[in-house]
DNA sequence: TCTAAAAGTTACAGACCGGTAACACCCTAG
DNA sequence: CTAGGGTGTTACCGGTCTGTAACTTTTAGA
């Protein structure tokens, strides 16, 4: 009689994990802190007690969800030490499973298009961590021995940001369907030239 | 003393001009009814006697919004008469201009992702769009004279959708600030194949 | 075992939401 | 001039939202 997401876990991490998966599946929006707390298995009055505001547990949330993201990339190295175009490979094949797997995308970009607000704190913590994984990306590019590093990774960027959106508009079965080809070409293309 | 958005046209016409620019700054969960209502100079009565729901006003102004688009595709053919690999080449164009005009995206993509509920009315609507839009630009390669117009066609379309997303998460500097070379030298290489 | 912190419980405040009822008004078509 | 439809106004319903207060219970450490 396990408690599915809960277990025996601090009500904390509880809260964290239930509302970063609940934020994701329904957005920011359309999720209340009341049922947050009910599926953690816990109440508001304790959610309160760890985090100040909705906004400051959005904001723990996109970081958690970032630091997720970064231990794949941890994968990628572990798998492919040292071969950066393994890893960029490795990169577009971890990509289009998440899509076939989830149809939800990016939490960043979700959050980005919810909190229209321009001052609204999520958005820097979204800005900052969208670079960081830019930066990312564009190093493996550039340590894969590709010329124009930047060009490819921002390519890359908007091609995956692209088929996440592509896939809640118009589903799976969408322009998102081709996108291992289109990258894998354009890794190709960059290589030749 | 004009009205701005209002003028003297109809209540109805009023409140979907204005319901559409609301919708597209603030997201659709971002504005109720009664603050459309008061911006279109009427009252939630008069809206609620022209649209038997909120719901069905977003469709409204989706079915609204595509049909701006539409004309901006006539355009390209009243400027470009039957060349249309120079319509491909000012689809590109006004792409980019609207990007560094507005940094809102794409009103269907997200209502997509800000309308999770997977029967939520809104979202047959907008695949039937996207899919007609989808289909649009498809022909266009086709008819541009280019071997995989779907690809091609498709490849674009993820460009565009990432950079608009890209731009509410990392703001007109991030990746999309490329779009224009990005899809110019595709467009190139599919040609050149 | 005793104590203190963490967590649970209940109730509530205050605001906003979508949607409706009842009624008064105005403007135009006949 | 008059009838009637479109519009404006006010008030309200039931529900949901974030956030808080006051109090009780559980848990864990010394």
Redesign the interface.
């Known amino acids: 009689m396990t408690d599915g997401v809960a277990e025996r876990s601090r009500p904390r991490d509880r809260i964290l994990e239930t509302a970063q998966d609940m934020f994701h599946?329904?957005?920011i929006?359309?999720v209340g802190v009341d049922a947050i707390t009910e599926a953690a298995g816990t109440n508001k009055m304790t959610l309160y007690r760890h985090f100040e505001s909705k906004d400051e547990l959005v904001i723990e949330c996109l970081r958690a969800t970032a630091a997720k993201a970064s231990r794949i990339w941890d994968e990628f190295e572990a798998r492919h030490p040292g071969d950066k175009l393994a890893q960029l490979h490795a990169w577009v094949q971890k990509a289009s499973e998440l899509l076939s797997v989830d149809s939800?995308?990016c939490d960043?970009?979700?959050?980005?298009?919810?909190l229209?607000e321009a001052d609204h704190p999520a958005r820097r913590v979204?800005?900052e961590l969208?670079?960081a994984q830019?930066e990312k990306l564009v190093a493996l590019c550039r340590d894969a021995g590709i010329g124009q590093a930047e060009?490819l990774?921002?390519?890359l960027?908007?091609?995956?940001?692209?088929?996440r959106?592509?896939m809640?508009?118009?589903?799976a079965e969408?322009?998102?369907a081709?996108?291992v080809?289109?990258a894998e070409s354009l890794i190709a293309?960059f290589r030749a030239r």
Chains 1, 2 share one sequence.
């Open positions: 599946k329904h957005g929006k359309g939800r995308g960043m970009a979700n959050a980005a298009v919810e229209t979204i800005k969208k670079e830019r060009l990774a921002d390519t960027s908007l091609l995956l940001e692209g088929a959106v592509s809640q508009s118009v589903g969408g322009p998102s081709q996108f080809r289109m293309s």
